[in-house]
């Protein structure tokens, strides 16, 4: 175990810090006999990788991905998949500056108390980078999900700072650079994103994430529930601060007959409990929601105290995320796909046996 | 490991269902040497028995705990703890006339799914009762981290349907039966719970928990973060459909210089981040905030389906809490001191011998 | 996790002191829809319980087992199965005078070290008594994998102190007090009991477990293979100092001509693996042997020393058995079925989609 | 979890193939500010690397070792340990010819019904290469169990095939190629192995390992014991078919008054217990003995069947060990640091406030 695996029988193990030579995890428990190429992999990092537009860190970074175990003659083969990123343009004299002092809002205070070792370059482990290996072992995930289960995992930013987002399609997610679902909000986000960059502060995000077909009865009832790893996964990400299931918070406001999702034989007339109950699937479309807090890295002064204790006025230069929840929707859905086949994995174990005769019904039907 | 388990070295395994002999739990990981009694664990498993007003559910349980092992003259040694709870007042008969149909938005519909077994009997293990083990279990955290560290971990109603409560004090919260911070708040708080209550009807709820006094340092930086074993926890708990740290969904909106607690040698000057920052206890007072979802088994009627998938409607009869959320609040403290007791033990596994020459400032001071 | 459990998704916690309240576990993971009563697990306890013959402690233990959860209507449901034992005759005070001292060859030392408590009374959590709870979950494993597989886990005793027993059938097993598999060899056994209870001296033992018809492809290659497991919980018996699959020690002076195990369309020709290559059941019988230490609470007296260090002489009284492989056997087999069921377990979780078409061949065939 | 990891708080995750393109490790829990460099780590490889005299495979690996994370400065961070180490000379065709067919006593077969994937090139995962990445992490543990508690881990043969080792002196065992504590032994051991590779046979052989200075204390009672788990570990190595602890399968035929060791003030007068009393380390020398089989892959032809079940005769070419035992000193006491320092880590959370005032007695005295 130790604290930096995620996943029981689908374990992802990461390690690498921001400005050390590389990145990568250790992917143990995925089944043999599932085709899987680097590409397969590539093209989930691409998506969240820096330097893609004007409105992320412009870090470059080819994030590009070597496979070093697991595979035989282009198959997994049960053993561990190994994946390596190597770090590429680390500036880490640009961070010489802070190496005696704290960021109001940021990690390095938090680690200088548990471990006594300040790794000043570029944030050390505490860097969103390090999403980087999340993404690749979600890939796997995601393809394994979807060849055995038909499960699709998807995410759209739902805000960003004061601007929410309607859902219209998901086919807008992947046009803009926001992984927006509506395209005539990305005028509005550019100029926001430009505004602020300009002004040299950071803004908060809202993700939306949704997997489609997961069959009823996954999840433990108590305590690893399906809700409850991925509020573990999704709230041990960088920046977030808050996870919702289904109507999330709004459900603390609701009455009895407005939450129940009412079942009928064509299938469910809502989804107020976000596709989970009791801790377990329902067969609906299982959506989490998560807030991620405003970057901590800003150019504009703080106060804040030095390793001595001294009192200091901070600015941060280096290149950062003015919005790490630009790149977090791709993040979101691996941890979300991570979480899922590890709850595949454990169902089949303990329940392959069970032999349903009850229909399972449909995800949602049109209320009437 | 299993699903039934919570901790990692202070680790809480719980059994039972809500109509079966009993219920208790095995606690395991307490270090030896603390003076414990089944005093302790009872005082506050009444805190959260049923039958204590007249909102709550009217079955009659005691909930005496005996602690059946890991204790030598009334001090621990060490050895697990096991806690056990007998069930008295069961009426399973209550339940017969659902035991072939499902409710809108129970668990019972998933249950069915997964394990294709139907304990119909009071909800069987996801029933809320099983959270009496885990007020047993936190009831020793609370203990330990109180003599080690002087923390305490307290939590309040903070919104019950559409009344929100205003923090007024601590006080205030032991003398009413919702955990209201605000004695303004009682009368109309009943009078909103008779409404419902001859109504049929069932509410939502928000609660607040807040550890005070936890070092700085605590918590694995991925995955096991201090911050994603509180989500875990606490979306862990029957009913919670969401889970803040902090500011957490308003964070979404707040640009970093708004978000950012800034330092001063006399403590930092504000709390958004509740605590953690990259997963690590700041030194802050560690808050979270939980949605509870309006119960489900209530009396007014709602479509549903039948094992065989006919469409039937559903009505509960048998003795239910209009508002879980009323007797959560106990369980959230259980929880949080579950998750830090936890994280104090693998704090001292690893880092142990930091030697920190950086003064820890104060969690907060007056903002000036 | 912490350390009291065994089995990863078939997992057993246990609970007790010898003279607590009460033993038991917490069996986390057996599937859903298993008939199981009381009847079936106190069958085992029964071959352990204490008291039985003139050989073993004649402390009086009915043993008498009590399922706290998990069940309804006779059957399993997926959730937790605890199991509850009261201790009925305990006589502490057998036991005063050894409070201040070690027994030579006792954990009683290392526990004083590692806890600072010293439960005296019989042992405390050291005891062989604490088996009685792992044989009550053993009897679950063995139910479990008999009706899925065809799995059966038996034992004998294979030499006590310096007789050697050799196999003559299993059904001489059950009809004699020390689990010996020889008939003509229970006279020798008798006289050499009756002689060494009158000296005051204890005896040790090797006991053989065999598990028949476990599928090929069990097991984790690296770490947590099929052998490790077996060693991990049969080294982790009370005095148990060896343990070998199959040949075991005599394989370091083995050739690899002698050695390997060869096959024939028609099965395996010979069984020096003892079932397992690689960490990987093979089909053939899994065998294991475990050699256990003379008991170390024996009347002849020995130098020890006190808590405050000074020399003294030390002599038990209490009532011990003065040799703990008599009752071994059920707790081997016990020990055996828990780490197949979980193996079992975990591979259906990762492996269930492996359509082999090779042909598993024959555990073993006549050598020709 | 998942099944590619060992140890608790201090983990050892390896992925890697034979004949892939590399071979690693992840590391996680090493706490922070241990001086640390690739020298370190590299000169526990270099002891067990192939190719260093005529009696092992003639493999050409460097085995030079990539620290790709947790260091800054030359200190561990606290963050895991990423080690790699390229594969270099793999020579796949060499095992075309063993691709359809299973070699007697090779875990080939069992692979294949496990996964039904063959990566036939050089044993894929099975490879007794994969234990490099353990050697690594084994350099870690043990230099940190030297610089915080002084204890020493160290390991030599004790017998190859026929030829049993009496233990001279520790510095004896590095001036010979093959861990033998006994300069005289030399000749006869190359002998003997000149004899045995001509033959196109393999041998089997015995190591022991152990461990100095290990405190009293350490150690969970139940079931994660010192003794437990290094029988877990030991086992888990390739090609190992016994562990035993102290007088380990000897402790079966001796009486309580030889096996017990007496303590006096000055020490223990003897240590047939090996250093472990009831799964806890008594602060006397830990002693591990493992049974190492011949290895299977050998010229001299054997029975056995293809992929389709039909009887052929198997004759392995490709580059082997003769015997694995001459190269598995170093990793067994790898093994032996990594769960010793599991252990360590493991005590600190438990028991750091345990504050004993009875005196530790010395490891050992003179036999009077």
Redesign the interface.
Known sequence: ???????????V?????SH?????C?V??C???MALCAEDIQAQLDRRKPGTSRHVTQRRESDTV?I?????EG????????L?IRNEDQRSKDYGNIADT????????????????R?Y?GG???SAR?TAPLVGAGAIAKKWLAQ?YGIRVRGHMS?L??IDLAFKSWEAVSENAFFSPDPDSVAALEAYMDE?RKSG??????ITVVAENV???????????I??????????L?A??????????????????????????QGF?SN???G????????QNIVAHI??????S?R?P????D?????IEVVTHGRHDPCV?IRATPIAEALMAIVLMDHA?????????????????AGNVEQE
Request: aromatic residues 6%.
């Open positions: 175990m130790s604290g930096s695996s995620i996943g029981k029988l689908f374990c193990t990461t390690f690498g810090e050390g030579p590389a990145i990568g250790v143990d428990g089944p043999p006999g070597e070093l175990s697991g595979l035989f198959h997994t083969t049960g053993a561990p998949i190994a390596l704290f960021r109001p809002g940021h990690a390095d205070y938090t680690y200088w108390h548990k471990y006594g070792i790794d370059r050390g482990r505490s390090l055995k805000a700072g004061p602020l502060d950071s803004a908060g995000a809202k069959p009823a009865g996954w999840g433990e009832p108590l305590y690893d529930r809700d409850a790893d991925l509020a573990h996964a999704l709230m041990g960088n977030v601060k808050g996870v919702e299931i289904g109507d999330g918070f709004a459900s603390a406001r609701q009455k009895g007959t407005e939450h129940r999702d009412e079942l009928t034989p007339l107020h409990a976000g989970v109950l009791g801790g377990i699937s329902s067969g807030a991620i807090k405003p970057t901590s800003i504009l703080g106060r804040s105290i390793k001595q204790g001294n009192p929840g994995l454990r169902h089949r174990a303990q329940c392959a046996d069970v032999v349903m005769e009850t229909p399972q019904i």
